[in-house]
């Protein structure tokens, strides 16, 4: 197997799938360690001059790019793709680095969690906004009983962007992000919160912002979904979290930690990366101020981080992957974490579909608990059409208008994408 080998050489060999996300995530690293040896696309012009640029082997099939001589596999392909790809990449003896989300389905979360537990290899869920600097220094500092015991935390991304924009990142009425339902992409927002405080949701409710056909940057997109998601999720430890994340005006992600002893937030105004940490006056110690707001640095490699995509956790992804490899212990964000964190959006539409109805999320640490959902296919995705299956909308089915499609195929054929027929 690969993990085997690798422990006896200085570089890890790694491929990567999707050309576009992914040559953020996997490129060689002296720091990591990570080599790249393979790319897999089925965009082939992008493929090829990828692939000619970096001088490291190109492939369509997914089957022939597994059985290229390498170590492992990050996957940055569509985002509900990543479970059927990572457990054929285990079972071809690869370790798995994969992009959110890491399932679509609770089967598929079950069907994983098992293929990684038979595997024996690595498996680390590419969740980056943990390790952004304040997240990093806000875990160190709970860690260490600064603010005392989680109580209410929140979570926030929020991403709006032109029609343009959108279009030019979703070619094809069919891609993911045009009928993705608002609750699923929300890792980026709840992950923080569980990285920072090591607790996990149990219970959630889900309250959606419905398609807003008032606004232009849904109705001149090919996007079939509504605009934002709030869930509330009930954790392990009897605390409260608040996701919000959608599209909504006013572009940023926070976070925010309650505990029973203090607050730890990074800020909304100014330069977002600082850190505000604020005690009573009655609990904090002597010579102690009452609030406290820093830039903090990256625990190791902070000049490499802050060269990185997403707040420098594009760089920690693999960092952490890498060393999970090397030493055979499990990454923090390993395959449990990750199915928690992706199916809390599934379950949370089921809630928003039942007029915000508390609705559990398994723990399939659990072999009792994976019966139940073994079999549980529920998905909107066009491609998995069939009875019991869900709109992406709360709305139901969102009809495009002709204008949105005149201007997609304008912008989809600008990023080269093949518009005949459509």
């Not at 002597?286 to 956790?313: C, I, L, N």
């Not at 072999?367 to 709305?395: C, E, F, I, L, M």
Request: hydrophobic share 35%; proline share 5%.
């Amino acid at each position: 197997m690969a993990s085997e080998t690798v422990s006896n050489r200085t570089a890890i060999r790694v491929g990567v799938v999707g050309v576009g996300r992914g040559l953020s995530m996997g490129g060689s690293d002296a720091a990591t360690g990570l080599e790249l040896v393979a790319l897999c696309d089925t965009w082939q012009e992008r493929l090829h001059q990828a692939g000619e640029r970096l001088g490291v082997a190109t492939y369509v099939d997914y089957d022939e790019f597994l059985s290229h001589d390498m170590d492992a596999v990050i996957l940055a392909n569509y985002f509900h793709q990543h479970a059927p790809f990572a457990i054929k990449a285990l079972a071809a003896g690869k370790h798995v680095m994969s992009e959110t989300a890491a399932c679509h389905t609770l089967g598929e979360g079950v069907a994983l969690v098992e293929a990684v537990e038979k595997s024996g290899l690595t498996y680390m869920f590419a969740e980056n906004y943990p390790y952004m600097a304040y997240n990093q220094e806000m875990r160190r500092l709970y860690q260490k009983g600064h603010v005392g015991e989680f109580r209410y935390g929140e979570g926030e991304y929020v991403h709006p962007d032109p029609a343009e924009v959108k279009l030019g990142r979703s070619c094809g009425y069919d891609h993911w992000r045009n009928w993705i339902p608002s609750t699923y992409y929300c890792t980026h927002s709840v992950a923080p919160v569980m990285f920072i405080t090591d607790t996990r949701p149990e219970k959630v409710n889900a309250f959606v912002i419905p398609y807003d056909t008032e606004d232009p940057t849904q109705t001149r997109t090919a996007k079939r979904s509504d605009t934002a998601a709030t869930i509330i999720c009930r954790m392990d430890n009897g605390a409260v979290l608040k996701s919000l994340h959608g599209s909504l005006r006013g572009h940023g992600n926070y976070v925010r930690i309650h505990g029973n002893q203090g607050l730890m937030e990074n800020c909304r105004h100014g330069d977002k990366q600082r850190l505000r940490v604020w005690r009573e006056p009655w609990e904090k110690r002597t010579g102690e101020p009452k609030e406290t707001v820093y830039t903090p640095d990256f625990p190791v490699h902070h000049e490499r981080a802050t060269q990185a995509g997403h707040g420098g956790g594009d760089f920690f992804t693999g960092y952490h992957f890498a060393e999970a490899i090397r030493t055979g212990e499990p990454p923090y964000l390993d395959v449990y974490r990750g199915v928690d964190m992706s199916i809390v959006g599934v379950q949370a539409w089921r809630s928003a579909l039942a007029d915000s109805a508390t609705v559990e999320v398994p723990d399939f640490r659990s072999r009792s608990v994976r019966r139940k959902y073994r079999d549980d296919d529920w998905s909107p995705d066009p491609a998995r059409t069939g009875k019991g299956q869900p709109h992406s909308s709360v709305r139901g089915r969102i009809k495009l208008t002709a204008a949105a499609r005149k201007l997609a195929k304008k912008v989809w054929k600008s990023q080269g994408f093949d518009v005949a027929g459509m």
